[in-house]
């Protein structure tokens, strides 16, 4: 297995970051800094396959030197020109695609299936850019990780949130999990329903068809429930909250953000 990497600053030091799958089942990782045909012995410090995110050490100093570690950046907006650096099939050399930021939204990780926030992009990624950076300017605000195969110009790359999410678990010791409310839900778009519930006109929310035995909100929520807000963030009636000024994404973001264990404020409207 191949793929692409970047070298980034963290709290333990200089790190390469990359994908989950890129790694899976190894037994023996090396790596290649661009400009060099030295290859170097790693080791995979943490991996979430969730997040289809690993970080690797490499014990000897000397494979960064004079690396200037790629910073991170802020989510980007619709329309920003972004560059996917990589490794894909068809030769050993850097490869460098752009394109534009397409949307922004939660979707499958095709890894883990798990719903996370992802960056749509229209710049080619193929097998073996796995886990290679996306810039915007001179900074990283995504990681190259899956494209649709049965479509034209349809890649994504792994959101700056779930990045930092995860380099923050491992700071803390921690594997790298995004929670879940462990709840099966259903839009409320038809008028007549939503009257039947006793929701005001103006009023959103989900409604909360089935709870996960043991989950996390197993015993708090039940059936029948329609959650109103999170954080004090409205939910639609679409079962979507704010991201940013004019856009929406599915209000599991605002859970998955969260750390396993944190306190969340769900506001719901019960009988």
């Known amino acids: 297995?191949?793929?692409?990497?970047?070298?980034?600053?963290?709290?333990?030091?200089?790190?390469?970051?990359?994908?989950?799958?890129?790694?899976?089942?190894?037994?023996?990782?090396?790596?290649?800094?661009?400009?060099?045909?030295?290859?170097?012995?790693?080791?995979?410090?943490?991996?979430?396959?969730?997040?289809?995110?690993?970080?690797?050490?490499?014990?000897?100093?000397?494979?960064?030197?004079?690396?200037?570690?790629?910073?991170?950046?802020?989510l980007p907006a619709l329309g920003d020109a972004v560059t996917v650096c990589g490794y894909p099939i068809g030769g050993d050399r850097l490869s460098l695609t752009q394109g534009v930021v397409s949307r922004i939204e939660v979707s499958a990780y095709a890894h883990s299936q798990r719903p996370l926030l992802s960056v749509q992009i229209d710049a080619a990624v193929n097998s073996g850019n796995s886990g290679g950076p996306v810039f915007k300017g001179d900074k990283i605000i995504g990681i190259a990780f899956q494209a649709l195969d049965e479509s034209q110009n349809i890649a994504y790359a792994i959101a700056l949130p779930i990045i930092q999410h995860f380099l923050k678990d491992l700071a803390a010791g921690r594997s790298g999990q995004f929670p879940s409310l462990g709840v099966v839900w259903q839009r409320l778009e038809s008028d007549s329903h939503r009257r039947s519930l006793g929701l005001k006109k103006q009023e959103g929310g989900s409604l909360v068809v089935a709870v996960a035995f043991e989950g996390s909100a197993w015993g708090i929520l039940q059936a029948g429930d329609v959650l109103l807000a999170i954080d004090g963030e409205p939910i639609g009636t679409d079962g979507t909250v704010l991201l940013r000024a004019g856009e929406l994404v599915d209000h599991s973001y605002r859970i998955t953000q969260q750390h396993i264990g944190a306190p969340v404020k769900i506001s719901v409207l019960r009988d």
């Open 1 to 74: 297995s191949t793929g692409s990497g970047a070298i980034i600053q963290t709290e333990r030091g200089l790190r390469v970051i990359t994908n989950g799958h890129v790694v899976q089942n190894q037994v023996f990782v090396e790596l290649r800094r661009f400009g060099s045909s030295r290859k170097f012995v790693a080791e995979v410090e943490g991996v979430s396959h969730e997040c289809d995110l690993a970080l690797l050490r490499v014990r000897k100093d000397e494979f960064f030197e004079g690396a200037e570690p790629i910073e991170l950046g802020t």
